[in-house]
């Protein structure tokens, strides 16, 4: 048994490294733990807005020293479903199906140890058993079962009754479970070993035994299944201002008093910044709340603000939301390097400069259509005293065309520790696959 828990741990050790160690060598930052739909995704916002401007923060100023995790409901199945709809970017770590599944990075790396925590007084068979026993559930699609949950529908009129009922036959039959209702209609029983806030607790303890304790952390949620979150020690949290009726009684009943705890102002991701805000956890103002990139002085630059910065200004200049002035492309040719070469997907390569000038003439060509551009997974090395080679994933959309190419890009640093900004000196791009462009003619950076 010793021997299978120190290989349990080497092999988690293992994973956190691949996630955190290759770019961060100390305690994140801040990590954020956020819920998916209706508190990081607002289904309710067509533009995504509020998810974008969530993603041009992080990457700008969080993903180089902090650590994103996902926290949902939502099976593998649908979780992958949701990052193909919508402008996600990749977490560090993913907390899948209720806080029954723990993966890692962006292959997504099972944690096996928090698989056999689970399974003590877990028997599904018995579940499955007893549930059927209850007309009033409603058994949810077969995506949403999964080895450590069982997921149903349930009128809210009769949920508490069901739910005290069936916990007790459970207990009867030796098993030790949770049942978590959450949205007035999704009753999931899990092991009581699980859920979203004892997923997190293992994960605070796993990087504490590593000796890198994340400095702070900051809880999002707006359902029932949200709640346990909040009542983790040392951690923010933060109800977004569209929290439904079950967390915010939570919060009544148990948290109120907790200065730690607020409800924003704002609705999902716009309520997640509001809460760095409020909590002083770091920068809280998106570059794409920026009007104008030209005038505007950031204290503390670094090559992820300078790569956000530059596709933001792509998008805006393309969707003709900024001035076709020569003062902006001007601004632009003076952080390319003359002499530097961008190597497109298709092989072809070209000047900066010349990419400037193809630029130029597009102005205005995607007004009132549905273009977007954000990027993702932006990491950055220093190769030598003043120069970082930065790799990132840079996707657009325009209309329902979806396409991602792999960027790797040295940039140098102008002046002291970037305070004048950053110079392009290469740019070398590949399609992501499954993601290339059925006309690539159009795609300039």
Same mark, same amino acid.
């Given at each position: 048994?010793?021997?299978?828990?120190?290989?349990?741990?080497?092999?988690?050790?293992?994973?956190?490294?691949?996630?955190?160690?290759?770019?961060?060598?100390?305690?994140?930052?801040?990590?954020?733990?956020?819920?998916?739909?209706?508190?990081?995704?607002?289904?309710?916002?067509?533009?995504?807005?509020?998810?974008?401007?969530?993603?041009?923060?992080?990457?700008?100023?969080?993903?180089?020293?902090?650590?994103?995790?996902?926290?949902?409901?939502?099976?593998?199945?649908?979780?992958?479903?949701?990052?193909?709809?919508?402008?996600?970017?990749?977490?560090?770590?993913?907390?899948?199906?209720?806080?029954?599944?723990?993966?890692?990075?962006?292959?997504?790396?099972?944690?096996?140890?928090? =698989?056999?925590?689970?399974?003590? /007084?877990?028997?599904?068979? *018995? @579940?499955?058993? %007893?549930? #059927?026993?209850?007309?009033?559930?409603?058994?949810?699609?077969?995506?949403?079962?999964?080895?450590?949950? =069982?997921?149903?529908?349930?009128? /809210?009129?009769?949920?508490? *009754? @069901?739910?005290? %009922?069936? #916990?007790?036959?459970?207990?009867?039959?030796?098993?030790?479970?949770?049942?978590?209702?959450?949205?007035?209609?999704?009753?999931d029983i899990l092991p009581q070993g699980a859920g979203k806030g004892q997923a997190l607790a293992y994960l605070l303890k796993k990087f504490k035994n590593e000796g890198i304790p994340p400095v702070n952390t900051l809880a999002c949620g707006d359902s029932g299944n949200d709640a346990e979150l909040f009542s983790i020690p040392d951690v923010y949290g933060v109800m977004v201002s569209n929290a439904q009726e079950e967390l915010l009684q939570w919060h009544a009943e148990n948290a109120k008093d907790n200065p730690n705890v607020i409800h924003a102002k704002e609705r999902c991701a716009a309520g997640i910044i509001e809460a760095i805000g409020h909590f002083k956890l770091g920068s809280n103002s998106s570059p794409r709340d920026i009007a104008d990139f030209v005038e505007c002085k950031v204290d503390h630059v670094n090559p992820g603000y300078e790569v956000v910065k530059f596709y933001l200004f792509y998008e805006r200049w393309r969707r003709g939301d900024t001035d076709n002035c020569e003062t902006y492309i001007s601004s632009l040719k003076a952080s390319c390097d003359p002499s530097a070469i961008v190597v497109f997907p298709s092989g072809a390569e070209k000047t900066l400069h010349e990419c400037m000038h193809t630029l130029k003439v597009h102005y205005g060509d995607q007004k009132g259509k549905q273009f977007r551009v954000w990027v993702d997974r932006v990491l950055s090395t220093p190769i030598g005293s003043s120069t970082w080679l930065v790799k990132f994933d840079k996707w657009e959309l325009a209309g329902d065309e979806r396409c991602c190419c792999v960027i790797t890009a040295k940039i140098n640093v102008k002046g002291s520790g970037g305070s004048d900004g950053y110079t392009w000196a290469n740019v070398q791009q590949k399609w992501l696959e499954g993601y290339e462009k059925k006309d690539d003619s159009t795609w300039l950076f």
């Open positions: 048994m010793l021997t299978s828990l120190k290989l349990r741990f080497g092999r988690l050790r293992i994973l956190i490294g691949t996630v955190v160690m290759d770019r961060i060598t100390k305690a994140a930052r801040l990590m954020i733990v956020s819920d998916l739909d209706h508190t990081m995704v607002d289904h309710h916002d067509p533009e995504n807005m509020s998810l974008l401007r969530f993603n041009a923060l992080w990457e700008a100023n969080y993903r180089h020293d902090s650590l994103l995790v996902f926290s949902t409901g939502r099976s593998p199945i649908l979780y992958k479903q949701l990052r193909k709809e919508k402008p996600m970017l990749t977490p560090d770590i993913t907390i899948m199906s209720v806080g029954t599944e723990i993966t890692y990075g962006d292959l997504m790396l099972p944690d096996d140890g928090w =698989v056999e925590i689970l399974n003590q /007084k877990w028997d599904r068979n *018995v @579940v499955t058993e %007893e549930t #059927s026993k209850f007309p009033e559930l409603t058994l949810q699609a077969e995506t949403e079962q999964r080895p450590h949950k =069982v997921s149903f529908y349930v009128d /809210k009129t009769k949920a508490q *009754v @069901v739910m005290k %009922e069936l #916990s007790d036959r459970l207990k009867k039959r030796g098993l030790d479970v949770k049942i978590i209702y959450s949205g007035g209609m999704d009753l």
